[in-house]
């Protein structure tokens, strides 16, 4: 793990629990960040309040989404994602998820089964703009 302030509390905090590969395998924003470790709280981790800025400040510096592939924002793709994808979800969510164009095919299909609004004719140009912004790792 990456030295510097909260280092020790994420030892002390997290890797009881979890490995540091799950850690480092997660690349979330500030929020994302937060949003888990609230989340871990309810759960039954143990982190104290003070502790808590500390933690969230080195994960998010640590492990914050790798910087996105060449992709235009101004595509259809990027359109349909934010009118479609981000009405349900945070942008954290889809950043960490790395899938292959098919996976990121069968993902726009059950999401379209769980109600997306994503007509058949979008969906090549989602996918396409989710493969090309999140490819697989």
Known sequence: LPEGAGVDVLRARCLSCHGRDLIES????????????DKMIRWGAMVPESDRATLTAYLASNFAPAPAASHDPDSPGAAIFK???LAC??????????????????EVEKMVRWGAAVSDSEKSALVGYLSARFPAR
């Open 26 to 37: 997660q690349r979330l924003t500030r929020d994302g960040w937060t949003r888990e470790i």
């Open 83 to 85: 009118r479609a994808c």
């Open 89 to 106: 979800h945070g942008a954290d969510l889809t950043e960490q998820q790395r899938l292959t164009p098919t996976g990121w095919a069968r």
